[in-house]
């Protein structure tokens, strides 16, 4: 007989939301966790939850914008220069990605699977999850018109393909009117009155007490090392020896391409590091989360301070903390605050779980159905994972809900590859 009917691994807020919502629905569950709970980009990130956001990664221009500023040490995205094979590999993946079609197609599926994911986090809060949650909206500003106007109709696609009330375009006045604190050369805005964010470690610590309530076993200190399939179970090879499970849930973040491919299955995943630093005392009161726009830089409002969270790096060591890098958080941020802003803070670096179309990875892994993948989730994993937990939970209950087409785990293989989403097919 099998140890558990399900193992989920990694306990990020996807594996925290899987779990939470299997325990809930009464199903038996463990947990495992290489290191200690929240140890990947759980704990360092924005904490926003923003449907607003849906558009992936591999956007018209974007792969360009990158390589322009490849020798610029303090740019916000970055690709480095790295000759191994599944970064270049995984490059000209982003590179196709990128046309305005599998754009728009991205920002449909992702904004559909965004949809009610707002209501869920009060939905968490009232199923007695404590977490720290602000729902003030968030603020984009701008300090050059050209920029907004640039990304004015990717928002107002965004709202209405998520379900979302029109966001509100904001000139100086406006923007002075919201946000007191910012400086004036802050000349346009949008604002998103319903999006929210919330203290990432409280969510983490707040799903791991309530899913320690419903009785789930939390195994940390267990590195997961391999899957051996078998027709009655699946049997989980790790660090402390192993266990079985009728199903497992891999939702490691980037560690999980690893763990898939014990079971057969590539996953083109790779990480995309990101800084951030946490200031004790705010250089202005906001109201809200405010995005600075050309810096692309997530503020974040806190009881017990503030946020800054930005920059994307693809490829090179993913535990190097590249201090220049970091530091152009802080440089570019400056215009947007009167007054500037500084910290003697060290950041700190995450890596978001990165597929080459920007999209997750969650669904049943065909050559061994057993196991369920849920990963990908790029800068979006905060805001995906409740909803990832309810479609992850009934595909474990055996039912296939059809949002998740777009981001099936055999996408990524040849066949699948040459085949245009469905969409397309009738354009
Ligand atoms: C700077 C920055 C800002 C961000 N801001 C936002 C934001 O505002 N809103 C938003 O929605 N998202 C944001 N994100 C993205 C978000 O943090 C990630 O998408 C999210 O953390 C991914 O969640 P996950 O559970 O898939 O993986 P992770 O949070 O990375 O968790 C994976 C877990 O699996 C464990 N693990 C790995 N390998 C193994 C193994 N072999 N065995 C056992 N356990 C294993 C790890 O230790 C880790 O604890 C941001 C990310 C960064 C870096």
């Known amino acids: ?52 956001m849906a558009a992936p990664v591999p956007a018209p221009g974007v792969v360009g914008k990158a390589a322009r500023w490849m020798f610029d040490p303090t740019s916000p995205l970055r690709v ?14 982003m590179l196709r990605a990128s046309s305005p079609r599998r754009f728009e197609h991205g920002l449909a599926a992702v904004g559909a699977l965004a949809e009610g994911t707002l209501d869920l986090f009060d939905a968490y809060a009232g199923r007695g999850v404590d977490f720290e949650m602000h729902r003030d909206g968030v603020l984009l500003a701008f300090t050059s018109h050209g920029e907004f106007e640039a990304h004015v109709k990717e928002y107002l696609d965004a709202a209405r393909v998520a379900g979302l009330s029109t966001p509100e375009l904001l000139d100086a006045a ?4 919201a946000e007191p604190g910012l400086a004036d050369s802050v000349v346009a805005g949008i604002l998103c009155p319903d999006q929210m964010h919330l203290n990432p470690d409280s969510y983490v610590d707040g799903l791991r007490s309530a899913i320690t309530e419903l009785g789930v076993p939390v195994l940390e200190g267990t590195s997961v090392t391999g899957l051996s399939v078998a027709s009655d179970g699946i049997t989980l090879s790790s ?18 391409a690893r763990i898939v491919a014990s079971a057969g299955q590539r996953l ?14 705010p250089p202005v009161p ?11 830089v997530a503020v974040t409002p806190l009881n017990d301070g503030m946020r800054l969270a930005g920059t994307m790096e693809f490829g090179g ?6 201090l220049r890098r970091a530091a152009g958080i802080i440089t570019s941020s400056r215009p947007y605050f009167e007054g500037g802003i500084d910290t003697d803070r060290a950041p700190w670096a995450g890596l978001r779980p990165m597929t080459p179309d920007g999209l997750p990875v969650i669904g049943r892994m065909r050559r061994a159905p057993g196991v369920i993948v849920a990963t990908g989730h790029a800068m979006l994993g905060v805001t995906l994972a409740p909803r990832t937990g309810q479609l992850v939970a009934d595909l474990v209950e055996d039912r296939q809900p059809p949002e998740l087409a777009p981001f099936a785990v055999e996408r ?13 097919v009738a354009n």
């Open 80 to 93: 480095a220069p790295d000759l191994d094979p599944r970064h270049i590999a995984f490059m000209i993946g």
């Open 286 to 296: 906001l109201r809200r989360a405010v995005y600075l726009a050309e810096a692309k």
């Open 174 to 177: 406006g923007v002075r009117e």
């Open 1 to 52: 007989m099998a140890d558990h009917a399900v193992v989920v691994i990694g306990t990020g807020p996807v594996g925290l939301s899987i779990a939470f919502e299997l325990a809930t629905r009464g199903i038996d569950v463990a947990v495992v966790e290489a290191v200690t709970v929240g140890s990947g980009a759980a704990r360092r990130n924005a904490g926003w939850v923003v449907p607003i």
């Open 239 to 256: 660090s402390h020896g192993s266990m079985s499970a009728l199903q497992v849930v891999v939702a490691a973040g980037v560690g999980s």
């Open 412 to 424: 990524f293989e040849w066949g699948h590859a040459a085949r245009p989403p469905a969409n397309e």
């Open 317 to 322: 060591d993913p535990d190097r903390v590249d």
């Open 268 to 281: 083109p995943l790779r990480f995309g590091k990101g800084y951030g630093y946490d200031l004790a005392t």
